[in-house]
């Protein structure tokens, strides 16, 4: 199956500091990624999806200045998040999907600890 | 009322049974079918994915989808304590957009 990889896979930050986050596909051009947020024990919850060169759609309630999404090429995907907060720590997941292709490929994820 | 049910378990099962995961949704229009896979801290990895109605077989799973009574399926053949995970059901309707409707997961142990 098609990979997609993210890094770093684990990162603790200081409040009010950014991180950022990479996700690419290996092998395969992704022309649309999405990035997924997830709380323990609960499902995915989509934050945004990106098309290769286009801005990124955010979904209601996601703060597009917070969460700064950039699809510069087919194969890489960056989320940064900005000011970070404590409110923020959670396990940020990307995900790739190929010109005409409706199944998405999942990176590993992302813990993000905001102390 | 979710666009996706899915019974979020737990289920607990011994080594070699045969497991059945299921997923309702209410929206018709949904037109492709996939189940992940999700280990604790981990991505979701994709197991299976359909788009008509009918079977398909991989390995020791088959995925069933029943687009009359809007019902998808996951078997488990000959289940092992590697099986063990979240399985999430998704869903999507065809164009541009591609975004998946999840069902929120059943946690299946497979006891040794």
């Known amino acids: 199956g098609a990979v997609v990889s993210q890094h770093p896979s684990w990162v603790i930050c200081k409040s009010g500091t950014s991180v950022k986050i990479e996700c690419r596909s290996l092998d395969f051009q992704a022309t649309t990624m999405f990035w997924y947020r997830q709380f323990p024990k609960q499902s995915l919850m989509l934050m945004a999806t990106?098309?290769?060169?286009?801005?990124?759609?955010?979904e209601q309630g996601v703060e597009k200045d917070k969460f700064l999404i950039n699809h510069a090429s087919l194969t890489l995907s960056t989320l940064t998040v900005t000011s970070a907060h404590p409110e923020d720590s959670s396990f940020y997941i990307c995900?790739?999907?190929?010109?005409?292709?409706?199944?998405?490929?999942f990176g590993p994820g992302t813990r993000l600890t905001v102390t | 009322q979710k666009e996706v049910e899915q019974d979020p378990g737990p289920l607990s099962v011994p080594e070699g049974a045969i497991v059945s995961l299921n997923c309702t949704y209410s929206?018709?229009?949904?037109?492709?079918f996939m189940w992940y896979r999700q280990y604790s801290r981990k991505g979701p990895e994709l197991l299976m994915y359909?788009?008509?109605?009918g079977n398909k077989e991989d390995g020791r799973f088959t995925a069933q989808v029943d687009k009359s009574s809007k019902y998808i399926s996951l078997f488990i053949r000959d289940s092992q304590p590697s099986d063990s995970a979240t399985y999430l059901c998704a869903m999507t309707l065809s164009g541009s957009a591609r975004q998946l409707t999840f069902g929120s997961g059943t946690q299946l142990t497979v006891l040794p």
């Open positions: 990106s098309n290769e060169g286009s801005k990124a759609t955010y």
């Open positions: 929206n018709s229009a949904f037109q492709y």
């Open positions: 359909t788009y008509s109605s």
């Open positions: 995900s790739a999907a190929g010109t005409g292709a409706y199944e998405q490929y």
